[in-house]
């Protein structure tokens, strides 16, 4: 799963790239002319973790693509998975069966090789109840997975390694998506003796498999990487990366234009000013990506529980196109469903909620709480140094007008996904990013009722059942049309208030070659390099 925290396949690929576009920053340049040194410095806010199963959010799953690499990755521009640690695979007639052949080669920044009992061990590590990883429920296809959760066994069953280089894995059923789900940064690979020496400090001492090392996480200040010279791939061209933690982006702006930043976002209310700068205008990246901005409101709790009337008069009630087009300046548009456009399967307008404030104003009354008479103030949690105060705002003033009273509360990151996660602030912000180009990664991970990132406490049997087996549909296209069923299912109980699909608003010194940023957001630096001395 990948929480967002800013605001910010052949013929399928080419729908994909026509719909949300892709930005390469450098094109044009020779490979002789690229130059090799040169640090690269990225405005970001404090992660969560940069262990890989316990890393959850978009902070510091960037952070984590650099240093560590698994069986596959995702071309960054067409979104494709290709072969990564993993040269080649084979799979079962009856799809069960995975065989993959991995490289020769591949090592761990301590200088040991990557084996396959490596998988074997982080994948288990993954699932084990002791673990508790939020990540976990990435791996229920695999058989041994229920076993693992449940706390009656050490190891993953269905990951055997059958010796250094081959690693067979089995499911419990069919899964047509899941070569797509291995590019996610909870398969990566970690040493079992790492996690053994370091235990839970192991985030300040990462010692990963891709084109950068980790060198220090100094936290609230900057997190510093290498390039890996041992690397099994093409080189960086970068001598170092600087992560720059700030709380607010409106300060890294301004180090952006001090010429301090590389790259980082531009800020709410700045996007056209910006665009406008002849200075800055070739240097702006503002194109769709595949995520999702919403408000989750916790339906075992009061008010919501048992209230879908409640429900729907707050998503009919927000002005979602005012948000998009005032507060945003154009770089979002209106949610229309729970999965993008963009992945495919999408379907324009799945949800008939649209803005209709006399339809809210019906519902609330429904919902028992005519005129918001006897309803007590709701309080809205968002994390601050974003540009979400804003947002929260525009919903507070929509609310008003039908007699809904909205109190926001402002949390750093970190926090605000605790506190929605132990239940203690049941209306929230979050975002959703894609953290592989399916439909089911946008449907299973908030809705299951087993998943750990689900926060809005969402359960139906049905869905459950739904959203099991149409993972088993080998079809693509019948298995998209099968979800579309379960996101009309889900939208019918409106457990979120949808706001709007993401763009990117992000900028990058003119200077700065060979940059791409991938409809996931995502981008490879070592593929990076300055042009300047």
Known sequence: MKFFGKLKIALVLIIVLALVGMVFIGTGCKAKDEKVGGTFRIYINEPVSLDPPNSYESEGIQVIRQVFEGLVKYDTETLETVPAVAEKWDVSDDGLVYTFHLRK????????????????????????????????????????????????????????????????????????DFIKTLGHVCFYPVAKEDIEEWGDEYADH????????????????????????????????????????????????????AGN???????????????????????????????????????????????????????????????????????????????????????????????????????????????????????????????????????????????????????????????????????????????YPTMDNFLFPLFYSGSADNYAGYSNPVVDEMLLETRKISDDEERQAKYREVEKTILDDCAFALIYFYGSRQIVQPYVKGFYLSAMEEYDLSKVWLEKE
């Open 206 to 257: 990462v010692n990963g498999n891709g084109p950068f090392k980790f060198v220090e996480w100094k936290h609230d200040q900057y997190i510093t990487l290498e390039r890996n010279d041992d690397y099994w791939g093409d080189k960086a061209h970068l001598n170092d990366v600087k992560y720059v933690i700030m709380a607010d982006e409106n300060t890294a702006f301004l180090e952006y234009k």
């Open 261 to 435: 930043l590389e790259y980082t976002s531009i800020p709410q209310g700045k996007v056209k000013a910006t665009e406008e700068d002849p200075k800055l205008k070739d240097c702006v990246i503002k194109k769709p990506i595949l995520a999702i901005y919403y408000y989750g409101m916790n339906i075992n709790t009061e008010p919501f529980k048992d209230n879908l009337a409640l429900r729907e008069a707050i998503g009919y009630v927000i002005d979602k196109q005012n948000i998009c087009d005032v507060v945003n300046e154009g770089v979002s548009v209106p949610a229309t469903g729970f999965v993008p456009p963009g992945i495919p399967g999408f379907k324009e307008n799945a949800s008939a909620v649209t803005y209709d404030p006399e339809k809210a104003k019906e519902k609330l009354a429904e919902a028992g709480y005519p005129n918001g008479e006897g309803l007590p103030t709701l309080k809205l949690g968002f994390n601050i140094g974003s540009g979400h105060e804003m947002i929260a705002e525009a919903v507070q003033a929509d609310a008003k007008e039908i007699g809904i009273n909205i109190e926001i509360e402002g949390y750093e990151w970190g926090a605000m996904l605790e506190k929605a996660k132990s239940g203690e602030i049941n209306f929230f912000r979050l975002g959703w990013m894609a953290d």
């Open 105 to 176: 080669g591949v090592k761990f920044h301590s200088g040991r090789e990557v084996v396959a009992s490596d998988f074997v061990y982080s994948w288990s590590r993954l699932t084990l109840q002791e673990t508790a990883s939020y990540l976990a429920y990435h791996a229920e296809p695999i058989v041994g997975y229920d076993e693992c959760q449940e706390g009656k066994a050490d190891t993953l069953a269905g990951v055997k390694a059958l010796d250094d280089y081959t690693l067979e894995v089995t499911l419990k059923y069919p899964y047509g």
